[in-house]
């Protein structure tokens, strides 16, 4: 699982499926429940970031039979139909049924272990990508701004720092795709998470900040700061 994590963010998303797929097996045998529905989540991730959309959705077809049979705790299913509503978004469906499903456990700790990530931070990080691959970008901010302070840009939750340049990947292309653009916000917000991309040394957030300027270079050709500064740190990170 460290394994698929690690690829997506040091290799690519192909080897971060392949160790995925490795640790669902090793996680099925184990007979513990948990592990297995975690390993089948990174699982999807890495078919996400990887443009494997089908995989994806199959993957978390299988983690939500997984979490029916043993009837897992609340926070557990939320944790699922987070993830299961971005592969459905991430197909084409609707992300809305199984959000709903999931901000039912979110809030529900009751015997939830210490290392467990907080739930809430994580049920709005994943709500706000769901809903920015459902194309509901106005929602999708919403959801994301209850994670990171639109102003300070620092986290409310206590989430790892990929979580926060995620959120801030996401939040910029959901306003670049807005019909009224801020462009110094959105400016600001890829400064700051292309800085948090080079100190994650992350190569899924960079791909995710070239997507990101490549819009904002398309709409703005004559900003200083796009074609000066923006521009230099890309061309320094191309490989």
Do not use: C
Request: cysteine-free; overall charge neutral.
């Amino acid at each position: 699982m460290l394994q698929t994590v690690l690829g997506w963010h040091r290799v690519n998303p192909l080897v971060a499926s392949l160790h995925g797929i490795e640790a669902v097996k090793y996680a099925e045998v184990s007979g513990d429940v948990l592990l297995h529905l975690n390993a089948l989540k990174l699982l999807t991730w890495a078919y996400v970031y990887g443009n494997y959309p089908k995989e994806a959705i199959t993957t978390m077809q299988q983690a939500r039979l997984v979490a029916l049979q043993h009837r897992v705790p609340l926070y557990v299913q939320s944790g699922v139909e987070s993830t299961f509503a971005i592969a459905q978004a991430f197909n084409g469906g609707s992300a809305t049924s199984a959000l709903l499903r999931a901000e039912q456990g979110y809030l529900a700790k009751v015997d939830m272990p210490d290392y467990q990530m907080d739930p809430i931070g994580a049920h709005f990080t994943k709500a706000g990508l769901a809903l920015y691959l459902a194309r509901d970008y106005v929602q999708s901010t919403a959801m994301l701004v209850q994670i990171v302070d639109p102003e300070s840009l620092v986290m409310k939750h206590p989430l790892p720092e990929r979580f926060r340049v995620e959120a801030l990947n996401t939040m910029t292309l959901g306003l670049l795709k807005q019909k009224d653009k801020d462009k110094e916000r959105i400016k600001r917000y890829w400064h700051v998470a292309m800085r948090g991309t080079l100190g994650l040394q992350s190569k899924q957030r960079l791909k995710e900040a070239r997507e990101t300027y490549g819009i904002m270079e398309a709409l703005w050709p004559d900003d200083q700061d796009i074609q000066g500064e923006f521009r230099t740190l890309i061309a320094s990170h191309m490989n």
